[in-house]
């Protein structure tokens, strides 16, 4: 539980009444509830004790630590999660989606792995979605033909790599290869801690502890945190479906209903670990997804099983107070030209896709203006004073639509056909055409309109 702004209150200076304004707030009272909704700080109170201020850092610190694992553009970022339910608040770093190679699988099976990580992605609702991570497994023996993959690893793709080894001196010098693009070591366990500690005192690196019991996993957390390392990641070992989700449970639960810090790190699943059956495979991955893994690692990627598991993904880790939404912009369909019609609607994803492949699909080259609309449908956001001519007029002139087209015609959803009015009070120089209800309508209403011009 997230210690409250009354208990912050107390342990300020002059239990709470020195009151000096010097955060820039008038009381201590009101900088105690500033800081206890993450609104300010520690660093504004200048006159806080050393001890109350590392209790103050670790009472605030976030209940599920965040974990980035990799570097630039395609690093991940795990963790930092507030709820168990997603309808509760929101979840908010996706689970990391990662590939397993091994050094004894055929050299063709492994790049043909690559190649699918690295080529299959998806387009949905304006976003490319694609698995995240490499996971390079020491299983043939021979550790110069582990280090030969983990270097091929790292030359044929940028995506964030997860070190698997058994033999803690291999899995330290496969480190050393890659250590600046901050790789994933599995495992750390208590058999192998001490070694670890002292490599990554000297090397900082990001691990995965494992250990079948709770109080193990704690134990090695908490010697870690002793060391100074806490960029740590957890496996329960579970490999089979019900133990999977008691354990993850169990270690959420801790983390956010008894603030219980040493299971406060985020976890990993590995239902490339748990069956050989892919579809069987997919079903533990969807499972983790839900509950609560942040790295995800299947044995193998094809589309058909992808795409489920990357919708599901998108689906969860979406905020649900905040609709998905395009960018307010012109969006060209069919390689317009100055000639072509002009379109506009909502920026509601799910409006821009219908209107944006129902234009596609007449086959009529078109620019579609998409008005910033609080991500709402047309009518609401018609309701909302969003999608009214007032708010229209002034998008159009600054999209930089007039630029791009020699006419002055502008389509309006048929739904919302009573802007028209005040549409043209706006654009004085535009035709405001009242286009069809509903976006099915186009295929037939866009060739029509466009052979009635040239008429
Ligand atoms: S600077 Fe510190 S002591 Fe002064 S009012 Fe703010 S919280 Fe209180």
New binding site residues.
């Given amino acids: 539980m997230a210690i409250k702004g009354t208990d912050i209150v107390k342990k300020?200076?002059e239990a709470?009444k020195?009151?000096?304004?010097?955060?820039g707030?008038p009381?201590?009272f009101a900088?105690a509830m500033k800081l206890a909704s993450g609104g300010i700080v520690l660093d504004?109170?200048?006159?806080?004790t050393p001890e109350v201020r590392a209790e103050l850092e670790d009472a605030l610190a976030p209940p599920i630590k965040p974990v980035t694992v990799g570097k630039g553009a395609n690093a991940v970022t795990i963790g930092d999660e507030q709820v168990m339910y997603r309808h509760e608040k929101t979840f908010v770093h996706q689970p990391g989606i990662a590939v397993l190679i091994s050094d004894n699988e055929p050299e063709s099976e492994i790049d043909n792995k690559i190649k699918k990580l690295k080529e299959v992605q998806f387009s949905w609702v304006g976003k490319t979605l694609k698995a995240d991570m490499l996971a390079v497994q020491f299983k043939s023996g021979d550790r110069g033909r582990y280090e030969s993959l983990v270097k091929k690893a790292l030359a044929a793709t940028d995506c964030p790599l997860i070190l698997i080894s058994e033999d803690i001196d291999v899995l330290l010098s496969a480190h050393n290869i890659c250590a600046d693009r901050n790789p994933l070591l599995y495992p750390v366990t208590t058999a192998n801690i001490d070694k670890v500690i002292s490599a990554v005192k000297a090397k900082p690196a990001t691990v995965v502890i494992r250990a079948d019991k709770m109080e193990d996993l704690a134990s090695l957390t908490g010697r870690l945190k002793e060391a100074g390392i806490e960029d740590v990641i957890m496996d329960p070992g579970s490999r089979d479906l019900l133990s999977a989700v008691r354990d993850q449970t169990i270690i959420r639960r801790a983390a956010l209903k008894q603030s219980f810090r040493p299971l406060g790190y985020p976890t990993i699943g590995f239902p490339c670990f748990m069956t050989n059956d892919r579809m069987s495979e997919t079903i533990l991955a969807s499972m983790f997804m839900i509950k609560y893994a942040g790295i995800i690692v299947l044995s193998h990627i094809d589309e058909h099983t992808l795409l489920p598991l990357l919708a599901q993904r998108l689906n969860i880790y979406t905020d649900p107070r905040i609709p998905m939404s395009m960018e307010e912009n012109i969006y060209p369909v069919n390689n317009p030209d100055a000639d072509s019609p002009v379109l506009i609607t909502s920026n509601w994803a799910l409006t821009y896709f219908l209107v944006a492949s129902e234009v596609e699909s007449s086959k009529v080259p078109a620019w579609l203006l998409v008005k910033e609309a609080g991500g709402l449908g047309i009518l609401t956001a018609w309701a909302a004073g969003k999608f009214s001519g007032d708010s229209i007029a002034p998008f159009v002139k600054r999209s930089g639509i007039e630029g791009k087209v020699n006419h002055r015609h502008l389509i309006i959803p048929g739904k919302v056909a009573r802007i028209r009015g005040e549409l043209k009070e706006g654009l004085p120089d535009w035709d405001i055409i009242v286009g069809p209800g509903d976006a099915n309508e186009i295929p037939a209403y866009l060739p029509k309109l466009v052979k009635s011009w040239k008429q």
Avoid at 18 to 23: D, F, I
Avoid at 44 to 48: L, Q, R, S, V
Wanted: hydrophobic share 20%; charged share 20%.
């Fill in positions: 300020l200076p709470g020195k009151n000096c304004k010097e955060c707030l009381t201590c900088f504004k109170c200048p006159y806080m």
